[in-house]
Nanobody, 122 residues
């Protein structure tokens, strides 16, 4: 099993920044990719960004490209999501996920955190 714990959510004004963290513990050697998804009330959970541990390759949703940056610290088994130029439409619960390979599909991730709320005021 892999346990994921997110932190760093909060309330920020439009145009501001936040950094989310996700610390992984347990059988982390079984995962090669970590990702961030988000879900707003009434919406499906959607892909935001992902990173592969070995090669450091990244994927981004078009809606956040150029504003969000995903990075990882192998030594700490922690992945970060730096969110800049935040918009009200970025308001969601953000979930960390871990899986065997880099991809955008929710079904490809085996482990999930509990989520952290990000609220962007206009």
């Amino acid at each position: 099993q892999v346990q994921l714990a997110e932190s760093g959510g909060g309330l920020v004004q439009a145009g501001g920044s936040l950094r989310l963290s996700c610390a992984a513990s347990g059988r982390t050697f079984s995962t090669n990719s970590m990702a961030w998804f988000r879900q707003a009330p009434g919406n499906e959970r959607e892909f935001v960004a992902a990173i592969s541990w070995i090669a450091g390759n990244t994927l981004y949703a078009d809606s956040v490209k150029g504003r969000f940056t995903i990075s990882g610290d192998n030594a700490k088994n922690t992945v970060y999501l730096q969110m800049n130029s935040l918009k009200p439409e970025d308001t969601s619960v953000y979930y960390c996920a871990a899986g065997p390979r880099l991809q955008r599909l929710r079904s490809g991730y085996n482990y999930w955190g509990q989520g952290t709320q990000v609220t962007v005021s206009s």
